[in-house]
């Protein structure tokens, strides 16, 4: 999955001010669950995410140039594991969003399907 974040945010299903799971893939919100009744509010997010990491693959390079010359030490001690981690990092944001829009799609065809 991608970052997870914790906010303590209003739930609208148990009706009470809850510690909440906020799923981010980049920097796009993608999933809101609720902690305690465990209802998630899922978005597809899958055009904006494409946008979102085109502009972060394109400014990754001069990102990673401003680390090596802040921390080179640091910068290439970490290569290594960056290099395998990124990837499987990358797939888990992927899989977030597109199961995301999925989930949306069926919960949208379920409304329709009732009325």
């Known amino acids: 999955m991608g970052t997870v974040e914790h906010a303590t945010l ?3 299903h148990c009706g009470e001010e809850t510690d909440h799971e906020l799923a981010y893939a980049g ?3 993608v999933v809101t669950t609720c902690t305690r009744c465990g209802n998630s509010i899922e978005r597809d997010v899958r055009r904006r995410y494409v946008t979102d990491l085109r502009q972060r693959m394109t400014s990754k390079p001069g990102r990673m140039l401003r680390r090596f010359r802040r921390h080179p030490v640091g910068f290439a001690s970490s290569l290594p594991r960056t290099t395998v981690l990124k990837p499987w990092e990358l797939l888990e944001e992927v899989r977030l969003v597109w199961g995301a829009a ?8 379920r409304e329709r399907d009732q009325h």
Do not use: M, N, P, Q
Request: charged share 45%; proline share 0%; with cysteine.
């Open 10 to 12: 209003s739930c609208h």
């Open 27 to 29: 920097r796009l919100l």
């Open 102 to 109: 999925a989930d949306t799609r069926k919960g949208e065809k």
